[in-house]
């Protein structure tokens, strides 16, 4: 080949393409972030999610995390089951065991479902500090939420849940202190809680539900272990698809004895992390 064929033959630049292919991720981020905000600016203004004095609710996005695995809900069930709801009572109730040696709470309530918004309430305030010790109850109207069940359900049509199935498809998470996160190790306290309708106070837990979601498609395995380091659920074993939640639950037998307890996971995640959600159990 000549001297001119040589100058006038392509060149491959592979900057050159790495360079289109950047500008085009960045420009479907800009994308997806523009269909956010005209979805959010979609809702009713009275819907969207702001500060409420005691709390901010309403409706967001779909929520989004880099972890490669979440916990969405934690969730204490009583043995009586909850009665069928009709129409919505003028408030709602959440309610948690506060350990005495157990940090300030941080609550966070968020559907883990939808097609037309997700509901979220956070940055709660209650009426009077958090006590330790004791069950908590933070209530509050329900204008809210029976607003936006409302909106979703004119947008379902037949496909629509009970008000009560739908409550029950909120993930609730109610925090103790920081989480933390360190050499393929995630630590998470929490405070297992219930969400009500009635006036009545929570008599006794008959199961905990941890509900978990992951970014990518996994085995993961563990066990419940009590107080005493004992194993009370083994043989955790579930293979999850990415984004679908899955739930692991403890159905209590007899009555276990009060404490701090540890539900420890282990994933098939690239170097094996683990996950470890610390609770307490008191008999009440």
Not at 136 to 153: L, S
Not at 203 to 226: D, K, M, P, W
Not at 228 to 253: H, M, R
């Amino acid at each position: 080949m000549s001297a001119s064929e040589l100058s006038n033959s392509p060149v491959t630049n592979n900057s050159g393409g790495r360079d289109r292919r950047r500008v085009s991720i960045i420009a479907l981020l800009m994308i997806a972030s523009a269909i956010s905000v005209a979805l959010a600016q979609q809702y009713p203004t009275t819907l969207q999610y702001l500060p409420r004095g005691d709390r901010s609710e309403g409706l967001v996005a779909a929520p989004k995390s880099a972890a490669a695995m979440v916990l969405v809900s934690a969730v204490a069930k009583l043995a009586v089951a909850p009665e069928p709801l009709p129409e919505w009572p003028e408030s709602l109730h959440l309610r948690f065991y506060l350990p005495r040696d157990g940090a300030s709470p941080s609550v966070r309530i968020r559907q883990l479902s939808s097609f037309a918004g997700y509901y979220q309430m956070d940055s709660v305030v209650p009426a009077k500090p958090w006590v330790s010790g004791a069950v908590n109850d933070f209530t509050w109207n329900r204008d809210v939420i029976a607003g936006i069940y409302d909106y979703q359900a004119a947008r379902a049509g037949h496909g629509i849940r009970t008000k009560d199935l739908w409550l029950a498809g909120l993930g609730i998470v109610v925090s103790l202190g920081p989480s933390g996160a360190e050499g393929g190790l995630q630590n998470l306290t929490v405070a297992p809680a219930l969400l009500d309708y009635s006036n009545r106070r929570p008599l006794s837990t008959s199961r905990y539900e941890f509900t978990f979601r992951t970014n990518a498609a996994a085995r993961v395995t563990g066990a419940i272990r009590s107080p005493s380091n004992t194993e009370v659920l083994a043989g955790i074993n579930y293979q999850v698809t990415s984004g679908d939640p899955f739930t692991i639950k403890w159905d209590l037998k007899n009555t276990p004895p009060e404490g701090w307890y540890r539900l420890m996971l282990e994933t098939s995640f690239e170097g094996q992390p683990q996950f470890i959600v610390r609770f307490y159990h008191a008999n009440h």
